[in-house]
């Protein structure tokens, strides 16, 4: 493996991750909030090893905590229904996050696929939620994330 290939990233679903990964997140988030825990008694909390939280600990993050500045770029399959790609976009707004480019194709057999570029500005919240917010509306099939930059 050359070392371009250690610098690449992925970008996976929760569900995708081996159990470790999502402890290792966890211990984290832990010695975060409470600034008196030791990473012993962190990674005990969550039943992994130090060595394990140490091996991963700077290979992964919650996707939110390194989202601010940056354009995410994903793509909506969603309903031909009237009004729905104005409820997704109040959805980005009501997360204060800024639109860059939005492109919906013509839709074939009910179904479009909406892209859009959204800047992640300082005041936007929890992207992560807003995501989630958005591909929990009625009318939309499914959501994915195809760019970080």
């Known amino acids: 493996m050359t070392r371009k290939d250690d610098e690449k990233y992925y970008m996976v679903k929760k569900r995708a991750l081996p159990e470790v990964l999502l402890k290792v997140v966890e211990a984290k988030r832990l010695l975060e909030t409470k ?4 990473v012993q008694e962190a990674t005990e909390a969550v039943d992994i090893s130090r060595s394990s939280f140490y ?6 993050f919650p996707f939110h905590d390194n ?5 995410i770029t994903f793509m909506i399959q969603m309903e031909d229904t009237p009004g ?8 980005v707004a009501r997360h204060l996050a800024n639109i860059l480019t939005i492109h919906q194709s013509i839709p074939v057999n009910g179904v479009a696929s909406l892209t859009l570029s959204v800047e992640i500005c300082p005041d936007t919240g929890d992207v992560t939620k807003m995501l989630d917010d958005i591909e929990s509306l009625d009318g939309i099939h499914s959501l994915k994330i195809l760019a970080r930059e």
């Open 55 to 60: 091996k991963y600990k700077d290979d992964i």
């Open 35 to 38: 600034s008196s825990l030791s």
């Open 84 to 91: 729905l790609l104005s409820v997704v976009l109040n959805q």
């Open 67 to 71: 989202a601010r500045g940056k354009t």
